[in-house]
């Protein structure tokens, strides 16, 4: 029907939040929103993984960056102007970081609209590699 189409597109374009609160409510009504919430919400949790993971690693690299910068001022015996420039590279990172994650967001984006936009359509969706396994766990 074309509730469930809407709350299917609303458990993709919306983020996990959206997602549990569209599961809980229809997860008996129907087996098509129940799929397409418990898709969207796995998704959500694999880019989070990543996401944190990603991060973890970028803030050890500033973290070491600025600990090994600090380290290197405090043991020169120079004035400190030639390693002056290697202490504010870490600080840059945040900065390059963005470059990176604007895009991979901006695809996120791109995913989920397609997503949303099939469920509207009536298609059953399927993310790349979480939907047969998804779909595989729920006829079990």
Not at 74 to 96: K, R
Request: with cysteine; proline share 5%.
């Amino acid at each position: 029907t074309s509730d469930e189409k809407m709350m299917g597109a609303l458990a993709h374009v919306f983020g996990p939040l959206a997602a549990i609160i569209v599961w809980a409510i229809q997860k008996e009504k129907s087996r098509f929103v129940k799929f397409q919430a418990l898709q969207a919400l796995a998704f959500d949790m694999i880019v989070a993984v990543i996401m944190g993971g990603f991060f973890f690693c970028v803030f050890g690299v500033v973290f070491l960056g600025m600990s090994g910068s600090i380290f290197t001022i405090m043991n020169t015996p120079s004035s400190g102007n030639e390693v002056a420039p290697f202490f504010f590279l870490p600080f840059m990172f945040p900065f390059m970081i963005f470059g990176c994650i604007f895009p991979f967001s901006f695809v996120l984006m791109i995913v989920r609209l397609i997503a949303a936009i099939s469920v509207l359509n009536g298609r059953n969706y399927h993310y790349p590699g979480i939907g047969k396994w998804l779909d595989n766990l729920l006829e079990k």
